[in-house]
């Protein structure tokens, strides 16, 4: 196998994926509003991968690592982004596969903690110089060649247009006053001394008319909220559309290894220097951060451990975050799927300590997450890996569809201001369908 490249006369990478969006197993990652803008549309996998767990086990990582080297090239050039390997769904839920967990959330739709293929073609658009180049890896080049022609004919068919979306009626998984007495169990865990922070979440249910497009409403999202950790995705009969904001893990070909936790909210409209003051959420992100450093020192060497940014004031669509940074080197004897399987799932979305934390998470939150906290994102041949936090993320299934919103509980959290921030960080997704919750 080899990979081959070549270009085409530059697209849209969200006006090209409309050629994608109802293919099975076709996957976007906007990153036109990232640090670095190079968005990838990877399609066509020659082979897929799914597993639920039902008990610790190493079992789905090692076969993943199998899938990679049974499909990798002979070579590898050194690219900074995704041009062949594995890519998918890693689900919240993934952690019953490392650690022994409770079950007492319903699993309300049986989603697979892993939905993953293995991909050989991969489209990749460079925003800032606008080339788009299209990878191949193939056993010859005239079996490339093949793919490049095809490509090219698929490139000038009609691409739809963003459409409008209804109106939607959203109903919560438990009353207002039942989410603040979450919130208070969480409290009172704390000071019982079982945890120092966990994020609870809600979530939130609504019936799609007969004629929806799942894909068109993306395009309008991403228009009214730009978020830089941006994906899509249809797996088995579910779809996945984020508007995340959070970086989960990226590896480079040189070993160089960084996370960047979000902790710390408050609504744009407001202040944003009284969040950068707030003791509350400084101490929640500063205990992700160390809880990171400790998960990264399971496969980093433990004098490469940094944290280059310490609760940073960025600003989104609808709400201001500290977000922090946290860098390593990978010992030479771990894979990024070492790396993937000791940090999973993100601190920012669990709690200290993380064990723990996702047991009471289990036990208070109604229902399963699913793709929810999980991460999306890609696992190179060349031992490279990026992954997001699926935040700020809508799964579709059947004829409804399903959004989640939580925050950081710490010791000093407010039940009423929580309950809040969980409507702040969801207001554009709600208001992208003209809806508001009941």
């Given at each position: 196998?080899?990979?081959?490249?070549?270009?085409?006369?530059?697209?849209?990478?969200?006006?090209?994926?409309?050629?994608?969006?109802?293919?099975?197993?076709?996957?976007?990652?906007?990153?036109?509003?990232?640090?670095?803008?190079?968005?990838?549309?990877?399609?066509?996998?020659?082979?897929?991968?799914?597993?639920?767990?039902?008990?610790?086990?190493?079992?789905?990582f090692k076969h993943l690592q199998t899938l990679l080297t049974r499909y990798a090239p002979e070579t590898h050039a050194e690219h900074p982004y995704f041009t062949g390997g594995l890519a998918g769904l890693f689900s919240y839920d993934l952690g019953r596969a490392t650690e022994k967990m409770p079950s007492q959330a319903r699993d309300s739709f049986s989603l697979?903690?892993?939905?993953?293929?293995?991909?050989?073609?991969?489209?990749?658009?460079?925003?800032?110089?606008?080339?788009?180049?299209?990878?191949?890896?193939?056993?010859?080049?005239?079996?490339?060649?093949?793919?490049?022609?095809?490509?090219?004919?698929?490139?000038?068919?009609?691409?739809?247009?963003?459409?409008?979306?209804?109106?939607?009626?959203?109903?919560?998984?438990?009353?207002?006053?039942?989410?603040?007495?979450?919130?208070?169990?969480?409290?009172?865990?704390?000071?019982?001394?079982?945890?120092?922070?966990?994020?609870?979440?809600?979530r939130f249910t609504a019936p799609l008319p007969d004629d929806f497009d799942p894909y068109a409403h993306y395009c309008h999202l991403r228009i009214l909220s730009p978020a830089p950790y941006a994906?899509?995705?249809?797996?088995?009969?579910?779809?996945?559309?984020?508007?995340?904001?959070?970086?989960?893990?990226?590896?480079?070909?040189?070993?160089?290894?960084?996370?960047?936790?979000?902790?710390?909210?408050?609504?744009?409209?407001?202040?944003?220097?009284?969040?950068?003051?707030?003791?509350?959420?400084?101490?929640?992100?500063?205990?992700?951060?160390?809880?990171?450093?400790?998960?990264?020192?399971?496969?980093?060497?433990?004098?490469?451990?940094?944290?280059?940014?310490?609760?940073?004031?960025?600003?989104?669509?609808?709400v201001h975050h500290l977000v922090s940074k946290v860098t390593g080197t990978l010992k030479s004897e771990h894979t990024a799927l070492d790396l993937l399987r000791t940090c999973f799932p993100g601190g920012s979305i669990s709690g200290a300590p993380k064990i723990r934390a996702m047991e009471i998470i289990d036990e208070i939150e109604p229902v399963r997450r699913h793709a929810y906290c999980g991460s999306l994102g890609t696992l190179g041949f060349d031992g490279t890996l990026d992954m997001n936090i699926l935040i700020r993320t809508l799964i579709f299934k059947d004829t409804s569809v399903y959004l989640s919103s939580g925050g950081g509980i710490v010791a000093d959290s407010d039940p009423e201001e929580e309950y809040q921030e969980t409507l702040d960080k969801a207001q554009k997704l709600f208001e992208s369908f003209e809806g508001k919750p009941s």
């Open positions: 196998m080899k990979t081959y490249c070549t270009s085409y006369p530059y697209q849209p990478p969200q006006t090209v994926f409309t050629l994608f969006a109802d293919q099975p197993d076709a996957l976007f990652l906007d990153r036109e509003y990232a640090d670095t803008p190079v968005s990838i549309i990877a399609f066509d996998p020659i082979e897929t991968f799914d597993f639920k767990a039902t008990q610790p086990t190493e079992v789905p697979p903690d892993i939905s993953v293929g293995v991909y050989l073609k991969v489209l990749v658009f460079h925003h800032k110089t606008q080339i788009l180049s299209f990878f191949v890896t193939a056993p010859s080049e005239s079996q490339a060649q093949n793919h490049f022609q095809a490509l090219e004919i698929r490139l000038q068919q009609k691409k739809r247009s963003p459409a409008k979306s209804p109106s939607l009626i959203w109903t919560p998984d438990q009353t207002k006053e039942g989410y603040k007495a979450s919130i208070q169990k969480v409290i009172d865990y704390i000071h019982a001394g079982d945890i120092f922070q966990a994020c609870l979440a809600q994906c899509y995705m249809k797996t088995g009969d579910i779809i996945i559309s984020s508007n995340s904001p959070e970086q989960f893990l990226t590896l480079t070909h040189k070993g160089e290894v960084e996370t960047s936790p979000i902790k710390g909210t408050a609504p744009r409209h407001t202040d944003p220097t009284h969040l950068q003051k707030s003791e509350k959420n400084r101490a929640e992100n500063i205990m992700i951060v160390d809880l990171l450093r400790n998960d990264l020192s399971r496969t980093c060497q433990a004098d490469s451990i940094n944290v280059p940014e310490l609760c940073t004031l960025k600003s989104y669509a609808n």
